[in-house]
């Protein structure tokens, strides 16, 4: 039996077809494990240096008096709103409460630490930030108090 060489439009044919199959398997990814493995990712990170700042209240006080220098606060004040965004705000998205609300104040952290701290950190910052806005335009999911109590759909 003598077999037909594959043509190229055959085999870009074939290789498009493997391709839509891949990329539906991808899209049976459920959404809300989605919207909830984003929440916990982020809410992790700003948990831990939550926790950092108040383990060690004077040091975080004096860096940021002497290291950070965010501009308007003083460095008391501006501490004592980072630990508390970043405590508050990251319970509220593991938990799923107020979910797209807990993230405004983290961007706005997120901007002035690219801004005015740590500006070379972009990568990271970047990362964070677009798991933020997934998460604020995204909603917390299925998985949430928020669908508990009727907040999100």
Do not use: N
């Not at 990271?124 to 108090?145: E, F, K, P, Y």
Request: charged share 15%.
């Amino acid at each position: 039996m003598h077999t037909m060489p594959m043509t190229t439009a055959t085999a870009h044919g074939a290789l498009r077809a493997r391709l839509d199959d891949a990329l539906a398997w991808l899209d049976r990814f459920p959404r809300s494990l989605r919207q909830l493995l984003f929440r916990l990712a982020v809410g992790s990170v700003f948990l831990k240096a939550g926790l950092t700042k108040v383990a060690s209240w004077e040091t975080t006080v004096a860096l940021f008096r002497d290291e950070y220098q965010v501009p308007v606060f003083s460095p008391e004040l501006a501490a004592s709103m980072a630990a508390t965004f970043e405590l508050g705000c990251s319970a509220l998205l593991i938990a799923g409460l107020a979910t797209r609300l807990a993230t405004l104040p983290l961007l706005g952290m997120l901007t002035v630490i690219q801004l005015f701290v740590y500006p070379s950190a972009w990568a990271d910052h970047l990362t964070w930030g677009s798991i933020l806005i997934a998460v604020l335009t995204g909603g917390a999911g299925r998985v949430s108090v928020d669908r508990l109590i009727g907040l999100e759909r």
